[in-house]
Nanobody, 125 residues
Framework: QVQLVESGGGSVQPGGSLRLSCVAS???????????IGWARQAPGKEREGVSC????????NYTNSVKGRFTISRDNAKNTVYLQMNNLKTEDTGVYYC???????????????WGQGTQVTVST
């Protein structure tokens, strides 16, 4: 069972930036690059939605339309860590951000698994 722990959330003003980190613990005998890992978020009063996903070796990424050009997902398998760099943040980006195993083909919530505990991101004036 993969375990994922997020960090890096906080409060910023619109236009600001944050970088989220997700550290993965993978089962003995398995390697970090076996897993596509991504981010999903849940805004207050809304359903959880997939934000981004990155392939095991980092060569392929997928983003939901609302964050394209502003968010960048990356990974460092030597550090067992996946990152989400969030620039030009908007108030509608506010929510709890979760790290999870994902499927590159589609970012629906059903395609995510092994959720972390989440980290709060608040964008406000």
């Amino acid at each position: 069972q993969v375990q994922l722990v997020e960090s890096g959330g906080g409060s910023v003003q619109p236009g600001g930036s944050l970088r989220l980190s997700c550290v993965a613990s993978v089962p003995s005998g398995y390697r970090m690059e076996y897993y596509a890992i991504g981010w999903a978020r849940q805004a207050p009063g809304k359903e959880r939605e997939g934000v981004s996903c990155i392939s095991g070796l980092g060569g392929t990424t997928n983003y939901t339309n609302s964050v394209k050009g502003r968010f960048t997902i990356s990974r460092d398998n030597a550090k067992n860590t996946v990152y989400l760099q969030m620039n030009n943040l908007k108030t509608e980006d506010t929510g709890v951000y979760y790290c999870a195993l994902c499927e590159l083909r589609a970012l629906e919530e059903d395609n995510f698994a092994s959720w972390g505990q989440g980290t709060q991101v608040t964008v406000s004036t």
